[in-house]
């Protein structure tokens, strides 16, 4: 099993934080930047094709929930499910930059920002 770990390459193209991630701790993934079979995921396609270290680099929208690759059924399926905030994940990003981001995530030991309650 790996250790949780600060490393902003482990930042996924989403905003998650994979170093945190039960599937990437248990060496059942290799983290979003690695994993290949993960063809499906338009958010990575997006990111891989237009040179971004994820969507907190892009310029097209100014909020990723704007897009529609990053704002699908699935992506509020996920969130859903596991009370994840990915956009609060990308707003971060953008604040405070990668390694402040990949440096907090794996001191709470968390892959994402939890959805406030409303």
Same mark, same amino acid.
Do not use: V
């Given at each position: 099993m790996r250790e949780i770990r600060q490393?902003?390459?482990l930042v +996924?193209? %989403?905003?998650l934080y994979c170093g945190a991630c039960k599937r990437y701790l248990d060496e059942k993934?290799?983290?979003?930047r690695e994993n290949e079979r993960a063809s499906w995921c338009a958010v990575r396609k997006c990111c891989l094709e237009n040179d971004r270290?994820?969507? +907190?680099? %892009?310029?097209v929208y100014a909020s990723a929930?704007?897009?529609r690759k990053f704002?699908?059924?699935f992506s509020k399926l996920f969130a859903f499910l596991f009370g994840s905030d990915?956009?609060?994940c990308i707003d971060v990003i953008k604040s405070k930059g990668y390694g402040n981001y990949a440096e907090e995530m794996?001191?709470?030991k968390i892959h994402s920002i939890k959805k406030l309650k409303k």
């Open positions: 490393d902003k390459n +996924a193209f %989403c905003g993934c290799p983290g979003c270290l994820s969507c +907190a680099d %892009c310029q929930s704007e897009c704002n699908n059924i990915r956009q609060a794996a001191a709470g």
